[in-house]
């Protein structure tokens, strides 16, 4: 089946690292994505990494996928107050449709 | 322009009101969808349109009625809902639905109160 993973809360302090875990089934997946949601708004899809990759980096943002345990993580590097908000991890269905985690509430403090 | 737009962005209606909400991409995609989304929740997908054909509808209760007119626009018809039925609506699009890394780009969604 498909369902996925994550913690539901993460606090840090601006300019610390913050990761974020998640873990999904389906290991036939082929794309899994990481969105942010900030109150109140839509979804914004910061970084996605194909399975057959280890990492991938952009910018401040680094994902590591470890496919043997089904683990994916996001990594903020200095981490601003405006990073504050919910992170989805998501992967892709079997019918294109997107699976989301719960999310994880990143707050972090001044 | 990548953005998708949904209106309006608040709506309050009754349990014997119809009403609708709308959704808009310019953006060529051929594959759209309606997810839910409750509060402290992920969002939760409803249908998908796929080349304007209702492609998924995951179970959802008939007082739920999806419309895709053309490539561009999505509706989604509401009629005799319940208080349960409050949530964000969001719309999403994609350029297609199955094939390969597609990005699905998010409205800002409705928020929805059903009194």
């Known amino acids: 089946g498909e369902d996925v993973e994550q913690s539901l809360f993460l606090s840090v302090r601006e300019g610390d690292s913050s990761v974020i875990n998640c873990t999904y089934t389906?290991?036939?997946?082929?794309?899994l994505y990481w969105y942010k949601q900030e109150p109140g708004a839509g979804l914004q899809l910061l970084t996605y990494i194909f399975s057959n990759m280890d990492m991938k980096q952009d910018q401040r943002l680094t994902v590591l996928l470890n496919k043997k345990d089904k683990h994916l993580s996001l990594r903020i590097a200095d981490t601003q107050t405006g990073d504050s908000a919910i992170y989805f991890c998501?992967?892709?269905?079997?019918?294109?449709?997107?699976?989301f985690g719960k999310g994880t509430k990143l707050s972090v403090k001044p | 322009d990548t953005e998708v737009t949904q209106t309006p962005k608040h709506l309050v209606m009754g349990m014997t009101n119809k009403k609708s909400l709308k959704c808009e991409q310019h953006?060529?995609?051929?594959?759209m969808y309606w997810y839910k989304q409750k509060a402290k929740k992920p969002p939760e997908l409803m249908f998908v349109?796929?080349?304007?054909?209702?492609?998924i509808n995951e179970s959802v209760p008939s007082r739920f009625s999806p419309e895709c007119p053309n490539s561009s626009l999505l509706n989604l018809h509401l009629h005799a809902l319940q208080p349960e039925d409050s949530a964000l609506y969001l719309c999403a699009s994609s350029q297609e639905r199955v094939v390969g890394h597609n990005e699905q780009f998010f409205g800002p969604g409705t928020r929805l109160t059903v009194l």
């Open positions: 953006m060529g995609h051929r594959a």
């Open positions: 998501a992967e892709k269905g079997s019918q294109g449709n997107l699976i």
């Open positions: 349109y796929s080349y304007e054909k209702l492609s």
């Open positions: 389906d290991s036939s997946s082929t794309y």
